[in-house]
């Protein structure tokens, strides 16, 4: 049967194409992980575990979705960069963040075992996201060093609050007693009350996590002569370095390369 009585309807889809030229960031976060991390009894201020999953979840997109071409991960959060480039969907906002946001929750849920084999999962976890164009690299490593200083602020916070909550203190008087206190005073606090050198915590708590595709050289064999025959393989790499400085991106020239 001709349908053209109702094709109509499509006329009211709009074009939701992401400008041409510009790299786009998808940033899905946690959805009530205040509330799904206390009731997974996630461990304060950090949960290794937690986050090992949510980096698996970014390792598993960069293999699955080839125009990613970085992703950065703090707390119940992660951004992926695509490439400038990239025609994934035609660019197509909905279908960009819908992909994105559905794999990732899916990976999610089927890796929550491995990371957490004695707790159930109780209740669905969900992730909100938003996709936003920026047209210059320079812009995407200023978004990613805002994340990054959020990790740094908000870690050392908690790293301090639960220190305090976990000395005795209310956790109102532990609010009260960081109320107005700048970084130095932070750590002096940690280092004064508890010997803790916040310098020397996890990188992972400290930095974040970076996903990114890294050209490493392996040998695949030995010629005749007995020489090792090498050539380059890409890996999905994780890592927790200083992504606002220079050193990172020089050394990695080619993930935010403009063509
Ligand atoms: N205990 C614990 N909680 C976490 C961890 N990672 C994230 N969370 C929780 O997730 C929240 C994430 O913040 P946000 O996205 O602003 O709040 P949401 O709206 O509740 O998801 C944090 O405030 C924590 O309560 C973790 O490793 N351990
Ligand atoms: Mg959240």
């Given amino acids: 049967m001709a349908n053209s009585k109702y094709e109509y309807v499509k006329k009211f889809e709009v074009d939701d194409k992401l400008p041409p030229h510009n790299w786009i960031v998808l940033r899905i976060d946690g959805c009530h992980f205040h509330r799904f991390s206390a009731d997974h009894m996630f461990e304060k201020p950090n949960d290794e575990n937690a986050l090992n999953l949510m980096n698996i979840c970014a390792v598993t997109m960069l293999e ?3 125009d990613i071409v970085f992703a950065y991960g703090v707390s119940d959060e992660y951004s992926f960069i695509l490439k400038e480039t990239t025609e994934f969907y035609q660019r197509r906002a909905s279908k960009i963040l819908s992909l994105g946001v559905s794999y990732f929750t899916s990976v999610y849920v089927m890796k929550w075992k491995d990371f957490f084999p004695h707790k159930e999962l109780r209740e669905p976890p969900s992730f909100d996201g938003r996709v936003i164009c920026y047209p210059r690299a320079k812009i995407v490593r200023d978004y990613l060093a805002w994340r990054q200083v959020d990790c740094h602020i908000n870690n050392q916070y908690n790293t301090c609050f639960w220190m ?3 000395s005795g203190k209310t956790e109102r008087e532990a ?3 960081l109320k107005g206190t700048l970084a130095k005073d932070k750590n002096e606090l940690l280092f004064q009350q508890f010997s803790v050198n916040y310098d020397k915590l996890p990188a992972m708590f400290r930095k974040g996590s970076c996903v990114y595709v890294d ?10 002569s007995g020489n090792p025959v090498k050539r380059l393989r890409k890996k999905v790499t994780v890592g927790h370095f200083d992504i606002i400085g220079p050193k990172f991106w020089n050394e990695h020239p080619y993930i935010l390369e403009e063509e």
Avoid: A, I, N
């Fill in 164 to 166: 305090l909550v976990k």
């Fill in 64 to 66: 699955h979705f080839p």
């Fill in 215 to 224: 050209k490493v050289e392996e040998t695949v064999k030995l010629d005749d």
């Fill in 175 to 177: 609010q009260e007693s």
